[in-house]
């Protein structure tokens, strides 16, 4: 479920006052949830066999297969995370010094439903490898990207420069632009 988890994308949700990132992944066979406020990590991961025993404690009056409980969390979590909760479904949490509860309340084949993900501290091999490596990998990235466009800006300048001393005029003076500075373009990017 680690591996899978590692192609799903972050997604922010707000729970309150309180912003959080997450990502998670459902099988059949049970599911990883990795949750954040960029102060501290926490994660679940549950089987099958885990997820049916919390089933029977949270929802007595429900005999519902396991691969059917994960399915329906699926379906709440999803939009959650896509930024559209249900309006059936309600969501509340609860941090405290050994982790963070994540409360779930909704309906199921017309019976009220209720899941809880508790969540612990995420090891620092997990964090590094969902949410540390991959920030900085991106920011290379972004960075290369800058300085892709700063040169080709640079080269552009040059190329109107050049059409501008063969004797060409713009058409249209809207048109019209100021030769691009790095030094000040890097000045205001750091100050905004």
């Not at 066979?29 to 406020?37: E, M, R, V």
């Not at 990207?145 to 050049?162: C, G, H």
């Amino acid at each position: 479920l680690e591996s899978s988890l590692l192609t799903q994308p972050w997604a922010s949700f707000r729970f309150g006052e309180s912003s959080f990132l997450a990502k998670v992944c459902f099988r059949d066979t049970g599911y990883i949830l990795l949750i954040s406020d960029l102060s501290s990590v926490w994660y679940e991961s549950a089987d099958a066999e885990a997820v049916g025993q919390r089933s029977k404690e949270l929802n007595k009056r429900l005999t519902v297969h396991v691969s059917s409980f994960l399915n329906h969390l699926c379906s709440l979590m999803c939009p959650l995370l896509a930024g559209q909760p249900g309006a059936t479904t309600a969501f509340s949490c609860h941090r405290s010094p050994s982790g963070l509860r994540l409360h779930v309340k909704s309906e199921l084949s017309g019976l009220p439903f209720y899941w809880d993900f508790h969540c612990c501290p995420a090891p620092l091999d997990m964090v590094s490898r969902h949410l540390v490596r991959p920030l900085i990998q991106m920011n290379l990235v972004l960075q290369c990207q800058v300085q892709e466009l700063i040169s080709l800006l640079l080269q552009k300048d040059a190329e109107i420069e050049d059409y501008r001393e063969s004797g060409a005029t713009l058409s249209r003076d809207r048109l019209r632009t100021e030769p691009f500075r790095e030094e000040t373009f890097q000045q205001n990017f750091v100050a905004e």
